[in-house]
């Protein structure tokens, strides 16, 4: 099951299927802990979940394009995240380790991790055949590389707060983008930006069974909403709280401190201390 592989306490999933309502259907705990379907699986080598979305799926309301993707959830699931990037509002991060696998044929375009508000996407991750790229609310950022070959792993991660989200791929600090966005939310999995009939009846040429696929290999998600991040653009990017998301973890300033059954233990370079 997918649950094995990632956390999955604190998201609901969305696949391009109706669900009652006619809009794309909506997977939440504790029944997401055992599910899987073929938008939604484990990989051949059970080592990443695989996430499917096809250009003539169903959508989410008032979306144009289709998805496969997990919505950041809170309190075991049971109520929608919600926080700020505006100063004061605390240290919001997630870190995505994936691999685009397949992409829609006609238009070969997906977003695969995103910073969502109350209203729209804030800032993402986007893949526009192989250039590979952060996209700020429909606006071309910096691109991470012009040369992505399917199937390569990777690894992005936001941290969000003090009035900006900075940014990084493969560890490597790539920009800050300010913003005050509130209402905040990640978002993870595959986003397909191709549809068969688009808004307006514009006809996009993905024929029915294009679609885009990821497999992500671990998602994590951090929140301190005592500290904001500090202009040190250094990131400790490391697997520790892989499977430690139900309980409160830190990252700042290349430390990271995690809260634990004996107190609190402190992540600085490559030691952990424990007080």
């Known amino acids: 099951m997918p649950s094995a592989v990632i956390d999955l306490t604190n998201w609901k999933l969305n696949i391009p299927v109706a669900g009652n309502n006619g809009f794309s259907k909506e997977i939440i705990q504790p029944d997401l802990n055992g599910y899987a379907d073929d938008y939604f699986h484990v990989n051949t080598a059970g080592d990443a979940v695989v996430f499917r979305a096809h250009a003539n799926g169903v959508t989410t309301k008032g979306s144009t394009y289709p998805r496969s993707e997990l919505r ?17 509002g605390g240290t919001h991060t997630m870190m995505i380790t994936q691999a685009v696998t397949h992409l ?49 792993k990777f690894t992005v991660q936001f941290v969000a707060g003090g009035d900006g989200v900075r940014c990084y791929y493969n560890g490597t600090f790539i920009e800050t983008y300010p913003s005050t966005a509130d209402g905040c939310y990640f978002k993870a999995g595959m986003y397909t930006q191709s549809k068969t009939t688009e808004k307006g009846g514009r006809e996009d040429k993905d024929d029915a069974n294009a ?29 520790l709280t892989s499977h430690l998301s139900p309980l409160t973890s830190y990252n700042l ?3 990271q401190m995690h809260q634990t059954s004996k107190g609190i233990a402190i992540k600085k370079g490559c030691k952990i201390l424990t007080p």
């Open 253 to 255: 300033q290349g430390m």
């Open 104 to 152: 829609p044929t006609q238009k070969p375009h997906v977003v695969v991790g995103q910073i969502h508000d109350a209203n729209d996407d804030v800032i993402v991750f986007r893949l526009e055949n192989k250039k590979l790229f952060i996209d700020h609310n429909g606006t071309a950022g910096p691109v991470l590389t012009n040369n992505y070959q399917l199937g390569t």
């Open 211 to 239: 679609y885009g696929e990821v497999e992500i290999y671990n998602v994590i998600v951090t929140h301190d909403y005592a500290h904001d991040p500090s202009d040190d653009t250094t990131s400790c990017l490391s697997p």
């Open 72 to 88: 950041e959830m809170q309190n075991n699931g049971k109520d929608k995240a919600s926080w700020s990037i505006a100063s004061g």
